[in-house]
């Protein structure tokens, strides 16, 4: 005969000492059902009475009522499976000592029983489902209306100087791009303004102008980053000294915002290099179609000076 493993707890050929009736089976589920109720009682108890306790940690008692469930949870199973396997172990020795039985074929009140199991587990885990939904939702209630501290939220005096701070660097940063655009026109009416000028040589004005260009864009740089490390410092600061929060995380507003302003100075980064890039096309159109005078061999500081600045 065929070995029979984990054979279904309700079927036929029990003995009445071992087959649960179904008064035992509903005042096992009353049980079970009367113990959830009292543990989701105490939870809400405790959580009544935490105030503005942080709602991520437990309490000792909640621990203490969560390992008791784990406890009472595992001794159910324990039982259920050694039920379970003194049934089998029955249910298998009766069916290899019937002779003449076939073992894949079951009887009608076998049948009945498999059904009825069916039915009673699907209730009782619907139930169960239920009973874990609503004891969830009413826990989101209760951490939802609790007032307590959002370790990811800034204060609103963090918020004012992370708003001033982008700002002033939005200021800085139109200040020093109308700078450079003004000194672009400049030097580009100064080309224009040129006739019949070697293309490899420059005028004193132009190397003037363009070491002027060169020290104020290396001037407005430092000081930018010098302003940087600045609003860096204060920020970081205030940041360090708050108590209880998180500096590391920020809301999904704030990403949101963040990543706005991301966005929008990768895309300024970008026009400002592709204007400077025709920029520079337009300027080295205007010297290669200007009328060459004579060839002049420039010294290694000027064609090294011309390199640096792309013309070359």
Known sequence: STPLTALPTHCAGWSQATMPTAEERRAEKERQEEEIRRQNAQLRTRLQSTGSRDEKSLTPDVERARKLVRENSQRNKEMREQRLREQNKELYTKVKTTSGRDEKALTPEQEEARRLAAEDRARNKSLTQMQIAAHTAQLKQKLAAAKGRDEKALTPEQEEARRQAAERSRLEKERHEAQLRKQNSDLMNKVRNS?????????????????????????????????????????????????????????????????????????????????????????????????????????????????????A
């Open 195 to 311: 006739t019949g000028r070697d293309e490899k040589a420059l005028t004193p004005e132009v190397e003037r102008a363009r070491q002027a260009v060169a020290e104020q864009s290396a001037r407005d740089k430092a000081n930018h980053e010098a302003m940087l490390r600045k609003q860096n410092s204060d920020l970081y600061n205030k940041v360090k000294t708050a108590v209880g929060r998180d500096e590391k995380a920020l809301t999904p507003e704030e990403q949101a915002f963040r990543n706005e302003v991301q966005r929008k100075a990768a895309e300024d980064k970008r026009l400002k290099e592709l204007e400077m890039a025709q920029h520079r096309m337009e300027l080295r159109d205007k010297v290669e179609n200007a009328p060459m005078r004579t060839e002049v061999k420039l010294s290694e500081e000027t064609e090294a000076r011309r390199k640096r600045l792309g013309l």
